[in-house]
């Protein structure tokens, strides 16, 4: 069991380049998340797949945000014309189906420093 | 709407003393809680969970967990804390959402330092 991974780990950009995470979850974990951590904060939640659909996105996703699951695997969150307040930990998380209070599992987390 | 609160910043406690981190939650419907510990340059672990029945939950580490409904708290607590136990904890509550994504609504964390 490898966990969920998060490439890369440490990110760090200049204010309006575009940047791309990718999470790799659990293998036999159909739900997948994408929380955003700032410092002094605890995880806020940005956006849900279940399976290669995305069924849920926060009000904190603005429009130059995207996420893609494609077949139900891996996963891309990409921040497009970055900013400065973009600057935080990315998490992803994953759990199983079935029950609404599966636990979540997640991946190291992906720091973007946008200057 | 649901909200979580762990009302202290910071807790200090000596190696071998037993420990309580606190949270309060306010939810509509069956709540449902979590524990998660944060060390640096990790990522969030999962350390219990309270669904239904038993109101004191056991988890990893040797942590548990107290659900008081008429209080709505859900209190983190160890017998004999370890300095290894020093860590970021943070307690969570489902959120409902019509979509059916179970995503976790997060307090803003308690910062554990165990005293030698």
């Known amino acids: 069991d490898t966990g969920v991974s998060q490439n890369p780990r440490h990110k760090i950009t200049k204010r309006g380049q575009n940047v791309t995470f990718r999470c790799d979850p659990i293998s036999e974990h159909n739900r997948l998340y994408w929380y955003r951590q700032t410092l002094g904060q605890g995880p806020e939640f940005l956006t849900y797949?279940?399976?290669?659909?995305?069924?849920?996105k926060s009000r904190l996703l603005s429009d130059r945000f995207s996420a893609e699951r494609p077949k139900g695997s891996f996963s891309t969150l990409e921040i497009q014309r970055t900013e400065q307040g973009d600057s935080a930990m990315y998490l992803c998380?994953?759990?199983?189906?079935?029950?609404?209070?599966?636990?979540?599992?997640f991946g190291p987390g992906t720091r973007l420093t946008v200057l | 709407a649901q909200s979580v609160a762990q009302p202290e910043d910071q807790v200090n406690v000596a190696e071998g003393n037993p420990l309580t981190v606190k949270c309060t939650y306010s939810?509509?419907?069956?709540?449902?809680l979590f524990w998660y510990v944060q060390y640096p340059n990790r990522g969030l672990q999962f350390l219990l969970k309270?669904?239904?029945?038993?109101?004191l939950v056991k988890g990893s580490y040797g942590f548990e967990a107290e659900f008081n409904k008429s209080q709505t708290s859900f209190h983190l607590k160890k017998p004999s804390a370890l300095v290894s136990d020093s860590a970021l904890y943070f307690c969570?509550?489902?959120?409902?959402?019509?979509?059916?994504?179970?995503?976790?609504?997060f307090g803003t964390g308690t910062r554990l330092t165990v005293i030698p």
């Open positions: 309270y669904i239904t029945g038993d109101n």
């Open positions: 969570a509550v489902r959120e409902y959402v019509k979509s059916g994504a179970n995503n976790l609504f």
């Open positions: 998380a994953s759990s199983e189906g079935g029950w609404d209070y599966n636990e979540q599992f």
């Open positions: 939810v509509s419907g069956n709540p449902y």
């Open positions: 797949f279940q399976n290669e659909a995305q069924l849920e």
